[in-house]
């Protein structure tokens, strides 16, 4: 029995790691060979599996490894990255949000006009409407029952969304909106502006991470993951992290690595908002005033696309143009904390600071000989995946999708992934399953290290027969796009 089980653990471990480049299982080879060791003892099954898998794991290191080599790397970050530190989910409404929502929202059983529009928003985007309590009684009972009901299959994001277009609908505090469909909403400015207010300071506040649950050090693999992307050459663009979370996870590790942040924000006492930072770099001098200047190894840009939790709004002023301050207390929040998912209010994430964000973002991605790794985000977000889409017109582009979700390339599906695999595209690679498709493990078992003299020999290998190739596509121009 102990056998068996065992067994069963290294070869669950080989059967629920995909990886897959265009479309192409890159694990078949030794899938295949896994099931035909069932007749082998244990010791030697046990020793042959392990062989096997770290050379496998070696392998597509290297393959990782030739990607991190390109000339623009970047990184987009997705809110499973932060699972393992207590983060949400927000492709379902939260459980944990719609408690602090309903707690707050009704008093001495008497149901709050913000938090009836806050569900009127989600009946209007939920598929099973009739699931969605809009009426004061439900609304209360959903509270006593909230541990026993299901959740609400509504992204919570898109919810944020649908109310800040309503509130652009009403020009002034005096107008109120009325919509009529299967059922109706009348709201007034300000029941708008509460909603709106209440359902975005809950989300920050739940996005104070790590949470006090948490074991060990949770931010061992943002820590790990740094370490392995600055042992990039120094020779190379500085790789870029864009990011959809509001945590402040990233900031934490690169600050327990003493890891230089250029994060769009300049100032020492008092931070404000200022993108030509990201144009800067950072070097030290050499120990002669005659001598070179050396690039400085442990920096990092960061671009956080849709806001942070330690970011304020105020009115534009000389000192202050864009309006955008960063908090030093990133525990106590107010209504203007610029946390904004989805680009329909058009007054701020249209403006900046998101609109010059997006833009480096589209930027550097459409830079020949360009990689984006996406990890952690289920690409439920229109606005980041055009971008992406546009990227893939470059014919020298590789995208890698880290998502221990992925779903299958079904023809029937509307996914974003299932319509890539369909393509059968070899710039498109997939990590899937909870060993390689998570970010944790992602970075701990296939990200690697440059400064392995094996690895980085065997990458520089495979860089050189490969760059013949990139060179002649980027020179082809966007006729030779798959």
């Not at 985007?125 to 609304?139: C, G, H, Q, R, W």
């Not at 770099?281 to 442990?298: C, I, M, N, Q, S």
């Not at 078992?445 to 860089?463: A, C, H």
Request: one cysteine or more; charged letters at 30%.
């Amino acid at each position: 029995m102990d056998d068996e089980q065992s067994k069963n653990g290294i070869e669950g471990i080989i059967e629920d790691s995909v990886f897959e480049i265009g479309g192409e299982d890159q694990l078949a080879k030794l899938r295949d060979e896994t099931r035909k060791m069932g007749d082998m003892e244990k010791d030697e099954w046990e020793k042959e599996l392990e062989e096997k898998w770290a050379k496998v794991l070696k392998d597509t290191q290297i393959k990782v490894g030739t990607l991190l080599k390109t000339d623009s790397v970047s990184f987009l970050i997705g809110a499973g990255a932060s699972r393992d530190a207590g983060g949400l989910l927000l492709g379902r409404i939260p459980r944990e949000i719609e408690e602090d929502l309903l707690v707050k929202g009704i008093t001495k059983g008497k149901v709050d006009n913000w938090i009836v529009l806050f569900y009127q928003s989600i009946k209007k985007l939920a598929t099973n409407s009739d699931f969605v309590p809009v009426e004061d009684e439900k609304i209360v009972n959903r509270l006593n029952h909230l541990s026993k009901d299901g959740e609400i299959i509504v992204n919570y994001e898109n919810v944020l969304s649908l109310l800040y277009g309503w509130r652009a609908a009403l020009s002034n505090q005096n107008e109120t909106l009325n919509i009529t469909d299967s059922f109706l909403v009348q709201a007034s400015a300000k029941e708008l502006d509460d909603a709106i207010r209440e359902a975005k300071l809950a989300l920050a506040c739940r996005c104070i991470l790590p949470t006090s649950e948490i074991q060990g050090d949770p931010l061992v693999a943002h820590k790990t993951f740094f370490k392995k992307v600055l042992t990039r050459p120094l020779s190379l663009k500085r790789a870029n992290i864009f990011t959809l979370n509001y945590d402040t996870l990233i900031e934490q590790a690169a600050d327990s690595e003493g890891i230089v942040v250029l994060d769009g924000f300049v100032g020492t006492l008092r931070r404000i908002f200022r993108p030509e930072c990201y144009d800067q770099d950072l070097y030290f001098p050499a120990e002669t005033t005659e001598g070179r200047v050396h690039r400085l190894d442990r920096v990092i840009h960061l671009y956080k696309l849709h806001g942070s939790i330690n970011w304020a709004a105020e009115l534009a002023n000389w000192d202050n143009p864009y309006g955008v301050y960063m908090k030093n207390e990133s525990t106590v929040f107010d209504e203007d904390v610029l946390v904004y998912p989805t680009p329909t209010k058009c007054g701020d994430i249209l403006g900046m600071p998101y609109s010059e964000l997006f833009r480096r973002f589209a930027s550097q991605v459409v830079q020949p000989q360009s990689t984006l790794f996406v990890i952690g985000y289920g690409f439920g977000d229109t606005h980041v995946n055009a971008i992406i889409r546009q990227a893939l017109a470059v014919p020298s582009f590789t995208l890698v999708i880290v998502d221990p979700y992925a779903p299958q390339a079904k023809p029937e599906s509307e996914h974003f992934v299932s319509r890539l695999r369909a393509r059968k595209d070899r710039r498109v690679w997939i990590f899937s399953g909870m060993t390689l498709g998570t970010f944790a493990g992602f970075v701990k078992m296939v990200l690697p290290d440059l400064r392995d003299e094996r690895i980085l020999e065997e990458v520089m290998k495979t860089y050189r027969a490969l760059k013949p190739e990139l060179d002649a596509k980027v020179e082809g121009g966007l006729g030779d796009a798959k």
